[in-house]
């Protein structure tokens, strides 16, 4: 069974940092592409992140400076490290692990930047 499951959302002022995790089971890890989206309501589901299996990174404008995504493949894990959050990266955050033929998600956590 394949699990995806993420952690370290919260609430931040604007200016402020956060770091999401995603522990990753089921899968051979270290073959799949690992991203995470995020879904902001009324709004569609976008990419934020993305990690290839060889560690090439890819980011949506909107993050690019801001925002670094990593793995560990000895642990299964994935991390979004958020600095400099702005209110417009308010959002339900999405963990994914791409496979090329199958695609996984997480259930997803909540991120809200506010004052």
């Known amino acids: 069974q394949v699990q995806l499951v993420e952690s370290g959302g919260g609430l931040v002022q604007p200016g402020g940092s956060l770091r999401l995790s995603c522990a990753a089971s089921g899968i051979i890890f270290n073959i799949y592409a690992m991203g995470w989206y995020r879904q902001a309501p009324g709004k569609q589901r976008e990419l934020v992140a993305i990690?290839?299996?060889?560690?090439?990174?890819n980011y949506a404008d909107s993050v690019k400076g801001r925002f670094t995504i990593s793995r560990d493949n000895a642990k299964n894990m994935v991390f979004l490290q958020m600095n400099s959050l702005k209110p417009e990266d308010t959002a339900a955050y999405y963990c994914?692990?791409?496979?090329?033929?199958?695609?996984?998600w997480g259930q997803g956590l909540q991120v809200t930047v506010s004052s």
């Open positions: 990690i290839t299996s060889g560690g090439h990174t």
């Open positions: 994914n692990a791409d496979g090329g033929g199958v695609k996984y």
